[in-house]
């Protein structure tokens, strides 16, 4: 298959994928012989493995030359062979400083554009119930129906499990101190204030939020926002406006059934565990709550969701690329959305309890 003769390399087969193994071990057997040429006069048939073999060949033996090829052979090596293909060359990597700017245009072009998106939502939110037109009629109801109504049942099976979880939690060590009455002061507190907007909020922006970022992403990615903008129709006022609406209107009623099934969960651990009168536990809810804490709770619930649709609408026109870049931008929406609803929760917590 292959003969060595005065420094030149005889291949006698076919040089095919299939022969190629057989030609490596022989060719191991001339590793410390110099090779000036490689004869091809007895190869007819060359495939794109046996241009590989030629080109170890010319790397490992000093680029030999190729004798008594057929113009079929050299055609296929011309076609095949990587030697002939230009050195990629490695972009130089940035340092941290070049880094560390990027990230800052960055950010600055993406809060800038945020503001701009936000200050867009907030005037058309505004002109909307005076100048409805240009927005889709009945769709704040369609959309508080979508974002409202089909959440109530999730919200309200969770909300009744953490009242009953706190609750049960709690009653153990209140039980030891003779304080069983103060079950109620607790759960109270803490749903109207921390439990029920924060939990209603996140399960709003994994459900609702999610929705709102993808909605707007595939319209994006399947240019219907641009048909919009040709008919005259600003993405916004039409797509987000309503949105924003319903969850302004929907929120705070969430977060009240939240705060009822919360206390209503509250209640079982009371008269199952704890030995307490329905009367006394609702007498000593109502004794405990204060209007602040009810209006900071609907406040922050309010706050909430404009955090909520500003941020997934950010993310949906923002869009890039085609059905991956719309699970991306979805996911990113969800993530910041609650991200952004726990930072704001712990500064309203600082600003108002402190």
Not at 91 to 110: A, H, R, T, Y
Request: charged content about 15%; proline content about 3%.
């Amino acid at each position: 298959m292959i003969r060595y003769s005065d420094q030149t390399l005889f291949l006698e087969v076919d040089l095919l994928k299939e022969n190629i193994p057989g030609l490596i071990l022989e060719l191991e057997k001339f590793a410390a012989s110099t090779i000036n040429s490689v004869d091809l006069q007895q190869v007819s048939n060359i495939d794109s493995a046996g241009v590989v073999f030629l080109d170890e060949i010319f790397l490992n033996f000093n680029q030999p030359e190729l004798i008594n090829a057929s113009e079929k052979i050299l055609n296929a090596i011309s076609k095949f062979s990587s030697l002939n293909l230009p050195l990629q060359k490695r972009s130089p990597q940035e340092n941290i400083f070049i880094q560390v700017g990027d990230f800052f245009v960055e950010w600055k072009k993406s809060f800038i554009w945020g503001l701009y998106l936000t200050a867009d939502i907030l005037y058309w939110s505004v002109v909307g119930f005076f100048k409805p037109r240009g927005m889709k009629k009945e769709a704040v109801i369609t959309q508080s129906l979508l974002i409202g109504v089909d959440a109530v049942g999730i919200i309200g099976l969770l909300s009744l499990i953490l009242g009953l979880i706190i609750a049960l939690q709690s009653a153990a060590q209140l039980r030891q101190f003779g304080a069983n009455i103060y079950i109620a002061d607790l759960i109270a507190i803490s749903m109207v204030r921390e439990m029920g907007p924060m939990m209603t909020a996140i399960i709003v922006a994994g459900r609702s939020g999610s929705s709102i970022a993808s909605e707007i992403a595939t319209m994006k990615v399947t240019e219907e926002l641009d048909a919009l903008r040709m008919m005259a129709l600003d993405p916004i006022r039409y797509i987000v406006v309503p949105k924003f609406h319903a969850i302004t209107l929907c929120m705070p009623l969430l977060v009240m059934l939240s705060i009822f099934v919360g206390i209503g969960g509250g209640l079982i651990i009371a008269l199952t565990y704890l030995d307490l009168s329905a009367i006394s536990y609702i007498n000593q809810v109502f004794s405990i709550l204060t209007f602040k804490d009810i209006f900071i709770g609907l406040m922050k619930s309010v706050v909430f969701a404009w955090v909520i649709v500003i941020i997934s609408s950010y993310y949906g026109f923002r869009v890039k690329g085609g059905a991956e870049g719309v699970g991306k931008v979805t996911t990113l929406s969800v993530v910041a959305s609650i991200f952004w609803v726990i930072v704001l929760d712990a500064i309203n917590s600082i600003l108002f309890y402190f």
